[in-house]
């Protein structure tokens, strides 16, 4: 017991250390105490890079200061300006949570951990960020970084995406936080994860903890953290038709429950395999009714990899003299089109054309 206490006081005590002598990573959002903005951070960067994600976070507090002008914020306008960040459920959820706490909370975000958790979008490890950085509440972050970095250090084997390895990283994360300097604490730990303990190539001879680290001392550091799970990739392959008549365009909204939900799309026949020309071409005469003499335009093969899927799939444009009309899709002009948010896969498609 007298070595547990004494591995975490030293753990606790040089990470605070290193924080405040060698962390220099540098983010506009550290040191923040707006839980609006913390939130707005906290949602953006989850399963993105901060490099990327910077970019999206100064431009929705640009566009929305408050959460009261996100809540008043047309949806189509939201999903735009998120355009390209992927998993859009996060956008639907952030609109959502933002509308609640306008309409029912008169537009003053929740000051308890309880309370924050109970918002749509909201994890454990969000409820916590918010709670300690805004609000100095003692609930310990648990993300990634913090994953490995405690895995190593203290040498655990269970798999972190199990249910018993998540409850044991939370009550150990809890037992080591600084629970007078909870916010800071949390963000030393992400810090020290993203900059030091890192996934790949971990900087071990300039660690603070390497001489009491487990996965350090016996040779773990490229085996820890343990996941038990294999991520089942499907292959999809999108072929959009995109059927123009007099600068105007069929789109239509993504249905629920599948990839890209809330975002527009051209007429789309998916298929599970790889096409060649000329059933390409027969499926654009079956849906449109566009003969294969008419002029078309076949694009490059494009790519997108997602977490559990790879999107395959060519554009192929077709210039009809007859009124658009497929069940399902809108007609819209070709000025409406650059309003509407469509997934990074049409939209580099779009941006090589332009």
């Known amino acids: 017991m007298e070595k547990t206490a004494s591995t975490n006081k030293f753990f606790t005590r040089q990470l605070l250390k290193w924080n405040e002598l060698c962390n220099t990573r540098q983010m506009p959002w550290k040191g923040e105490k707006d839980a609006y903005r913390i939130w707005l951070s906290e949602i953006i960067l ?3 890079r901060v490099e990327q994600g910077l970019a999206y976070y100064q431009r929705f507090i640009k566009a929305f200061p408050t959460v009261n002008d996100l809540a008043k914020a047309p949806e189509t306008t939201v999903f735009k300006l998120w355009e390209g960040l992927g998993y859009y459920s996060r956008c639907k959820n952030l609109i959502a949570t933002a509308r609640f706490i306008s309409t029912e909370l008169n537009g003053e ?3 308890t951990y309880e309370a924050i958790l109970k918002l749509k979008g909201i994890g454990p490890y969000t409820a916590a960020a918010i709670s300690s950085f805004a609000f100095q509440l003692p609930h310990a972050v648990v993300d990634g970084n913090v994953f ?35 916010g800071i604490y949390n963000q030393a730990l992400m810090d020290f994860g993203a900059v030091i303990c890192k996934p790949q190539q971990p900087l071990c001879d300039a660690c ?13 550091v490229n085996v820890l953290p343990v996941k038990e ?45 790889e096409l060649p020309e000329n059933k390409i071409k027969k499926q654009l005469e079956l849906i449109a009714g566009i003969k294969t003499q ?10 997108q990899q997602l977490s559990h899927q790879t999107i395959h799939g060519q554009f192929i444009k077709a210039i009809t003299n007859s009124p658009l009309k497929i069940d399902g899709y809108d007609i819209v002009s070709q000025k409406k089109i650059l309003l509407l948010p469509f997934p990074k896969f049409i939209t580099s498609y779009l941006k090589d054309i332009e």
């Open 109 to 111: 975000f929740p000051n």
């Open 208 to 220: 603070l903890l390497q001489k009491n680290c487990v996965a350090y001392l016996n040779n773990k």
């Open 229 to 273: 799970k294999k991520i089942i990739k499907r292959t999809r392959w999108f072929y959009y038709f995109i059927v123009e008549h007099n600068n105007s365009f069929l789109v239509r909204k993504r249905p629920a429950k599948d990839i890209w939900e809330n975002l527009y799309e051209f007429v789309l026949f998916e298929s599970d395999s």
């Open 294 to 303: 008419s002029k078309i335009t076949i694009s490059k093969k494009y790519k």
């Open 46 to 48: 989850q399963q993105t």
């Open 148 to 182: 490995r970095v405690l895995s190593r250090f203290f040498g655990i084997k269970i798999p972190i995406d199990s249910t018993e390895g998540k409850k044991t990283f939370t009550v150990l994360a809890n037992s080591l936080l600084d629970k007078k300097q909870p």
